[in-house]
């Protein structure tokens, strides 16, 4: 092979672009967030599951899709949305069950429930704390990571365990699943199927 004088200012080109190309995607992705997917929460005081489609426990202002996710406020890393008080929206990783509670003014513990009015339901002989993950009993969740496609029952009633499992329980939505799979319009990245132009896009616009 005939060597060419051109031959090295070719490879160094080569490596310079790539050099550049390679700084460009680590600075648009350098501590990117891309934390986006769903579980399902009911809520049952006495018998009567809580209605959270209401707007006041609405989020529609998504996160500032920052470089620096600590720019996120507390709302925008778990929320409810477009009025299904049913599916939870999760934007940060190790979020809990009580910091979403808390975003819409409510609170729980293993022996109380606190409404977004300030009643207070403790645990006493007329009823108590229940709590059913994805079909088993468990301990107080408040602290407990909120996991893709969880579904979670609270309750505060006289029903035992058993009986909740078979009937309050079955009212849990069942929608994280298909909102996994979708755009959500509220995402900085227009849901789990956005593309790298999407995110780059978004990221100029500063979104």
């Known amino acids: 092979m005939k060597y060419s004088p051109r031959s090295p200012f070719i490879l160094i080109t080569i490596g310079l672009i790539f050099a550049l190309l390679w700084g460009v995607l680590v600075l648009l992705f350098d501590g990117q967030d891309e934390v986006h997917y769903h579980a399902n929460i009911a809520v049952f005081i006495n018998g009567e599951k809580v209605n959270f489609d209401n707007p006041k426990y609405m989020e529609e ?61 403790t645990n006493s002989a007329s009823g108590s704390m229940h709590f059913i993950l994805n079909g088993k009993s468990i301990d107080n969740p408040f602290n407990r990571a909120i ?58 616009l500063g979104r």
């Open 147 to 204: 996991s893709s496609e969880d579904r979670l029952l609270i309750d505060y009633g006289s029903l035992t365990d058993e009986v909740l499992e078979k009937t309050e329980f079955t009212q849990v939505a069942t929608t994280a699943h298909k909102a996994n799979t979708e755009d959500d319009p509220n995402s900085c990245y227009g849901g789990v199927s956005s593309n790298i132009l999407d995110i780059i896009r978004n990221k100029i």
């Open 61 to 121: 202002e998504t996160s500032k899709c920052s470089i620096d996710p600590m720019k996120q406020q507390p709302i925008d890393r778990v929320h409810f949305h477009e009025n299904d008080g049913n599916l939870v929206h999760v934007h940060s990783a190790g979020v809990a069950y009580g910091h979403l509670m808390s975003n819409i003014g409510w609170s729980f513990g293993k022996d109380y429930l606190i409404d977004d009015t300030g009643k207070m339901y």
